[in-house]
């Protein structure tokens, strides 16, 4: 297991943009693949961006593709969601997620490992 420590995240207009972070404490040359959830108050916790550390690989759920980028930092073990155009419909808790091995990479994997969340307000 590692420890994920996620940071970032506030309130914005809808329009602005927001970056989260989450430094995962497992060496950088292991292969997980990481993603970020969200929890909007109603829903259920969705999927909304993955990465394969070992084949550099992304995945976006629709609702933010062309608006919302992960990625990574090797050196620091880093994940990153830079988000976009943030609507209002964006709001709610992020969570930074880990699973280690070699299984392909995508929402439906069980995450071993998660982050301890951060809002995410957005104001239309």
């Known amino acids: 297991q590692v420890q994920l420590v996620q940071s970032g995240g506030g309130s914005v207009q809808a329009g602005g943009s927001l970056r989260l972070s989450c430094i995962n404490s497992?060496?950088?040359?292991?292969?997980?693949?990481m993603a970020w959830f969200r929890q909007i108050p109603g829903q259920e916790r969705e999927g909304v961006a993955h990465y394969d550390t070992h084949l550099v690989t992304t995945g976006y759920a629709d609702s933010v593709k062309g608006r919302f980028t992960i990625s990574r930092d090797y050196a620091t073990n880093t994940l990153f969601l830079q988000m976009d155009n943030l609507k209002p419909e964006d709001a709610g808790i992020y969570y930074c997620a880990a699973r280690y091995g070699t299984a392909q990479c995508s929402f439906a994997l069980t995450f071993t490992d998660w982050g301890q969340g951060t809002q995410v307000n957005v104001s239309s």
């Open positions: 497992g060496p950088s040359y292991s292969r997980y693949c």
